[in-house]
């Protein structure tokens, strides 16, 4: 079955920890989008990729990395400089660039908790 | 104005009532809009997608795009207490990224 997998469903951080989130996709989509969702809140925008090898920044990008090495895969990194890491963090992926049937698919996500 | 607006409710609707869903957007995004639902705890799934101005149906599901106005709505007809969730409105834009509201969260009275 096609779709996006997202792994681990929950996993929990120490202080000064990185910790690195999964995203595959075999639906060959070319872009790609990490969101971070607080309780209550709606989806907001950590970084997303059109293409291999290449990525932007989203709105709060500040205290993640990622990395674009092969289409099917997008993993996010939230580094210790990341303050207030624990939230619900959802993967997408579409198909390119505007126009029709550009819409957004998404995986199960990621609850990160800081313990 | 923030580029895709809704107003986070609560929104009740009686059961068999019709749920009215709105959203407004600016001149940053471009003209592909998009509704999600997303039950507590779970991820966003697409319920409809439009592009065009005027009505989109696809089964319970209407979405409503006025370019003109700069607004994009969703009606469930004959609301189901299964229909109780978030609902996004999302759209993309110019540098490709895709734009989500902060959602409206929707309660169906049985």
């Known amino acids: 079955d096609g779709g996006i997998t997202q792994s681990p469903k929950y996993l929990f951080r120490k202080e000064g920890q990185n910790v690195t989130l999964s995203c595959e996709q075999n639906?060959?989509?070319?872009?790609m989008y990490w969101y971070r969702q607080d309780p209550g809140q709606g989806l907001r925008l950590i970084y997303y990729s059109q293409i291999v090898n290449d990525f932007q920044k989203g709105d709060i990008a500040e205290g993640y990395s990622v990395s674009r090495e092969k289409k099917e895969s997008f993993p996010l990194t939230v580094t210790s400089a990341q303050k207030n890491p624990t939230a619900f963090y959802l993967c997408?992926?579409?198909?390119?660039?505007?126009?029709?049937?550009?819409?957004?698919?998404f995986g199960q996500g990621t609850r990160l908790t800081v313990v | 104005q923030k580029e895709v607006e809704q107003n986070s409710g609560p929104l009740s609707v009686p059961e068999g009532a019709i749920a009215s869903l709105n959203c407004t957007y600016s001149?940053?995004?471009?003209?592909?809009f998009f509704w999600y639902r997303q039950y507590s705890g779970k991820s966003p799934e697409l319920i409809m997608s439009?592009?065009?101005?005027g009505d989109k149906e696809d089964g319970r599901f209407t979405a409503q795009l006025n370019k003109a106005s700069q607004y994009v709505s969703l009606l469930i007809r004959d609301s189901q207490p299964s229909d109780s969730a978030t609902y996004l409105c999302a759209a993309d834009s110019p540098d490709d990224k895709i734009i989500f509201g902060k959602g409206t969260r929707l309660h169906i009275l049985p």
């Open positions: 639906l060959n989509h070319d872009a």
């Open positions: 997408a992926s579409s198909t390119a660039l505007g126009g029709e049937d550009t819409e957004a698919f």
């Open positions: 439009i592009y065009s101005n």
């Open positions: 001149d940053r995004v471009s003209q592909s």
